[in-house]
């Protein structure tokens, strides 16, 4: 059931015990907006479109061998130009969602040209590099029509750049990945333009260059803690911005609470300072944060958060268990200790809030 | 600044530039380049879904009692991607005669010198029978071919199908340009010459 359904209903029931006069119904009705809904011949039309394009590349694939090379390059480049030019049109007519959407498809199109160029002319070039190049154009066209879409095409080819013919754990002296440009600035415009999908991408992508940074240092607790550290603040920021009602700021403070407790749960397997790994102390002090986590989701009214403190709760039992082996005793003495805390925390906030 | 059609029609544009660009620079640079003709040996030609294409997978027979170079059989240091090859010419053809980590290096072992690396492989000796002769492969970055289906099934089965003295029967025509890069200008079957152009 819709909002706007469930508050009528509500609405009705109010009038119905005298709590809300019957004149008001419809003044308060009116400031809810009606959802957008795509009625039956605007569905087909979409369905349409996407049939036709389908028997064009159908079409197209089945007569590619036959074609004169320039033909398949001319194609290339009309389709590329038709989709521009569409998005351009979309936006002379204000229609932003036609807009964003054709901006993406060039995003993708163009992405196709740089790879079948290169076959169609057996151009010699690194995978990544054409990876980088579509990147790069992704982001320009989402920059010139504000296109979420063509933007989180642009950090997924850089994304892919970056995973292409790279050496993992090759040291501090490798090439630094385009990501460490494309995230923040992903991050950026999903905030500026209040995009979720591109909030989400862009997180993520922010966390992979962390992830990049870890795998160049020393396997090392102290590297992986710092980096955790660091993303709990960043985690932090978000959250103020969440709280300053910043629209989509949730997601980022959701994935980099994620992001943190990743990297210290990782820590706690390496070394610290010595040959020792983090063992029961790291375990408790996981299963602390993440007990802290669920409280803090509740608390700030965040699913996502919620769900990671579950999550990551789970598993620090999970590791617990596994380093204790089958002694029960020791595990129900630490759980005990887990739960005395969690119970005297909760305890301590409720007589805060009563006193309050 | 401009507004967004007017904007999203100049990036489009650029783009557009960018890519024919790259067409018309790569087809200048290997029409100036020094064309050179090297052996290709079998390899499955063609994968899924990836068009009809020729591996050009460069392989080349040494003469009888003829040793490994060097550089080819034991390697040298540093990264593959940087190190050069020297070629030699030899009737029509040239052959890979050394592997270097300069430029320099890499002209003073051969009359010519390009971007890639390549070893040298010596079979065992058998007591009583003919030492076979070694084989040295390359990798100079051109990879594939791509051609039509029928075209790409043909060379298959050239490639497939040695000949009597074991001379190579299909070559890779690549232009080696100033910049000592290679560009795969075609190949050469049983002396057909099938050239990349436009059309």
New interface residues.
Partial sequence: MRYKERVTQDLDRWIGAGLVGAEQRQAILATLPDTRRIDAATALAWIGAALLGVALIAFVAAN???M???TR?AL??AA??AC??G???G??KARPVL?NML?TL?ALV?AA??GL?G??????GEARVALY?AGA?AF??A????STGAACAGVAFIALGDFTDRQWFAGVESEAPWMLIAAPLGALLALRWGSAALAHVSAMGVIYCFGWFGARMEAEAGVFLFLAILLGAFAAGARWLFTQERPYAGIFYGWFAWGALLFFAIGGYLPWFGEETGGIVHRLVWLIASGALIALGRFDRHMLVTAIGVLSLIGAACALLTDLGLDLMASAAIFLVGAIIALAAGFMLKRSKADA | MPNAPIRILIVAALCIAALIGLVVRESMARDSGQEVQLAMGAIDPRALLQGHYVIVSLQDRLADEAPCPASLQHGIEGDPRHHWLALSPNGPRHTISGQATSREEAARLGALAVRGSGFCVMPAEIEGQPREAGIVQADIGVSRFHINQADAQRIERVLGAPGADDEARVYAIVSIGADGRARLKGLNVEGERLMLNWW
């Fill in positions: 590619w061998d036959g004169a090379r320039i390059f290339l480049i590329f130009a521009a030019g998005a351009a049109w936006a002379v807009s901006l060039a163009f040209s740089v160029t076959q169609i002319f057996d151009i010699v190049i154009g320009a066209l920059l010139a029509g504000r």
